[in-house]
Nanobody, 125 residues
Framework: QVQLVESGGGLVQAGASLRLSCAAS????????MAWFRQAPGKEREFVAA????????NYADSVKGRFTISRDNAKNTVYLQMNSLKPEDTAVYYC??????????????????WGQGTQVTVSS
């Protein structure tokens, strides 16, 4: 099982940008389908973006399309989430998640077996 550690969160004003990173342990990172989820206070954890092992399949939630970009560097065992034009409604704890193998099903938390501890993103208006 892969171990995940997120970083890069913080407090920013609306319209600003942040880049989140998720560093994975292990030598099989390239075998994992990676995703970002987020959870705001009082809300369920929701899907943000996902990327396949070779970056050939990328998917975004409608709420972040055109503003967020997911990418990965298999040589560095790291997946990134570039977040531009941030809005107050993007405020949440952002989690990195991993699933072994290729995946094109519903992006629900239960589909992913490995999780990081989360990083807080706060966007002020």
């Amino acid at each position: 099982q892969v171990q995940l550690v997120e970083s890069g969160g913080g407090l920013v004003q609306a319209g600003a940008s942040l880049r989140l990173s998720c560093a994975a342990s292990g030598r099989t990172f390239s075998s994992y389908h990676m995703a970002w989820f987020r959870q705001a206070p009082g809300k369920e954890r929701e899907f943000v973006a996902a990327i396949s092992w070779n970056s050939g399949y990328i998917n975004y939630a409608d709420s972040v399309k055109g503003r967020f970009t997911i990418s990965r560097d298999n040589a560095k065992n790291t997946v990134y989430l570039q977040m531009n034009s941030l809005k107050p409604e993007d405020t949440a704890v952002y989690y990195c998640a991993a699933r072994l193998g290729y995946y094109s099903g519903n992006y629900v938390p239960a589909a992913f077996g490995s999780w990081g501890q989360g990083t807080q993103v706060t966007v002020s208006s």
